[in-house]
């Protein structure tokens, strides 16, 4: 098995990251190439964009931050928020990413997992899962989608996705702890490497989701902060979880 | 001494820009010419059968064939040197290095994250892995490196290795 991942999530606005509670008030907190590059310098395995851009042409604000965060990260990064189409994941990774990562739109219309594995390979493609009460979520957890969390996981395998990311929406933002029940049932149903995501507050919860993911997701434990980065990895090594 | 030339081969949709972005900061000059380059990249992009049907199509499966000068495939790239591969239902590839691409048997497939070949960790994200006579290094068990010849094949991939990937790029460079 590869080394377990440490992955800081950026949500990007306008081509600035973002920080703010359920896509209000957003606050401007830098720019996302000296984010991005600081964060690998701080010992990041993987970094992941989620582009909230509200304006009509994401397409293009995405590929233009794709591209900027390509000339000066050289650690894999994943690219997600608004990617529909083939064309769209395309773009992106041409100009840079290495991943996309899909949610609604797959939801909308699984079909669209097929075709970007066939595409880009499964490696390319993400395929994030918001859950709550095992019950799967669309649109940045708003929408219930009437499907079992398990089921759909099982789904996005067998349509060729490469990786989960999974969200707990229940403990999203409570900083309680990754739901590692939910991840160790997902990736006792898949053969995919599982990315944990939401509800981190201490290093003890990143350690235990690494117990059951093959990554972690860490989004406001960093406050921003890539030296909290330096200091979770730490952290982390005393617990005897093996980094890089 | 002028820049090396590096000739990056296109035949898909996928992330060639690291190539060359890599490459570039490493001083090398871009060049289209896959036959005269001091050295070709054969990156991975897609999956294995698009992958031969785009080099076909862009006639690049003769004249990798015919290179004597260093050529640098990477994970896809590398599959598609050898005889053929088990993905796509079987297809069959440049066979610029003997052996086959077959479907890896780890915990978690695809295989995506950081692994150490010898004492160095490189970012792979694989869902196969070459069995060849031709390799020289390994990673957990699975094929990291192959070397041929003129060829040299990667199944991680440098240019998103950070520091210790470009190290090892500029060593395929100085090679070159």
Known sequence: ?244 | MSAKTVAICRYGAGNVRSVELAFTRLGAELIDDVEAADLAVLPGVGAARTAMNGLRDRGLVEVLRARTKPTLGICLGLQLALEESEEDGGVRGLGLVPGRAVRIEAERVPRIGWAYVDDVAYWFAHSYAAESPAVTATSEGIAAIVEHGAFTGVQFHPEKSGPAGQRFLEQCLSRA
């Open chain 1, 1 to 244: 098995m590869p080394l377990p991942r440490l992955i800081p999530c950026l949500d990007v606005a306008d081509g600035r990251v973002v920080k703010g509670v359920n896509f209000e008030n957003l606050r401007d907190v830098g720019d996302p190439v000296e984010l991005g590059a600081a964060y690998s310098d701080a010992g990041a395995d993987e970094l992941v964009f989620l582009d909230i851009t509200a304006t009509l042409d994401k397409r293009a604000a995405a590929v233009a931050t794709a591209a900027r965060v390509a000339e000066h990260v050289t650690i894999p990064f994943t690219f997600g928020g608004g990617i529909r189409t083939v064309d769209d994941a395309c773009a992106v990774l041409e100009a840079g990413a290495d991943k996309v990562s899909v949610n609604s739109a797959a939801l909308a219309r699984p079909e669209l997992i097929e075709e970007l594995a066939g595409a880009l390979g499964s490696q390319a493609v993400v395929v994030a899962i918001d859950s709550a009460a095992d019950q799967v979520f669309s649109h940045a957890g708003t929408r219930a989608e009437a499907r079992d969390t398990l089921a759909w996981a099982k789904e996005c395998e067998e349509r060729g996705a490469g990786e989960l990311l999974v969200t707990s929406i229940d403990r999203d933002g409570t900083r309680s702890g990754y739901d590692t029940e939910l991840l160790a049932s997902i990736g006792d149903a898949v053969r995919l490497p599982v990315i944990a995501s939401g509800g981190a507050g201490t290093t003890q919860h990143v350690a235990d989701a690494l117990d059951v993911a093959s990554a972690a997701l860490l989004a406001s434990i960093l406050h921003e902060d890539p030296q909290r980065l330096v200091s979770l990895r730490g952290e982390l090594k005393e617990l005897g979880v093996c980094l890089r």
